[in-house]
């Protein structure tokens, strides 16, 4: 990471760096990025900054689902299920083409709250243009529900309708997106207690 000067600009980092919110790691984004994500960014042309707290946390939602039942999420099958598009500032957002896909709502404010990370993955560092995803014509909802193992539509409607506890801390950890995972065991791991607080003594100072 870098710490910031005055002079630091979000859709222009460092050279070697890439700008990162921090709403992007509540919508479920981790370090390194998954693989699934780097693969999109690079399809699409774009960088980690320009997505919206909508399209990151939907992005990184599909990818634990698939994830989940031990799948990849290709952009093929991305592009099947919504589409990424820009507004006129180039912030990147997603709507579903047939599914009723719902998150928590973004945080006021997030424009202000970045900062960089050293680019190890050769993402794109500037603002650039979002290149579409390409529509897949040989993927249609019953592969769909194949490659996930779900039943029917309803099955998948319902998925995707709560698709924002897929990114909950504990479900990341559980499908080896966080940090410290990546281990074969790491599915085997309990919640860990919570240290309680030091509570400081009157006479002692801030």
Known sequence: MKVLARTYRVCFPPPGYVTVYEFSLRAGLRFPPSSELIDILT?????????????????MGLIVLFRDREVVLSSEC??????????????ISFRSKWLDIHTRDPSKGWISNFFYVQNDWGLQEKWEKLKELPV????????????????????????VRYLSRYVDEEYLFKVGLSTQAGRSHAQMLKKSARVSEVVPQKNHSK
Not at 49 to 56: L, P
Not at 78 to 91: E, N, Q, V
């Open 136 to 159: 897949p014509l040989h993927i249609g909802a019953e592969d769909l529900l194949r490659i996930l193992k779900l039943p029917d539509l309803d099955a998948l409607h319902y998925e």
């Open 43 to 59: 399809i699409c042309g774009v960088c980690l900054s320009q997505f919206s707290y909508r399209a990151m946390s939907i992005v």
């Open 78 to 91: 991305l592009s099947r299920m919504g589409r990424l598009f820009s507004d006129a500032l180039g912030r």
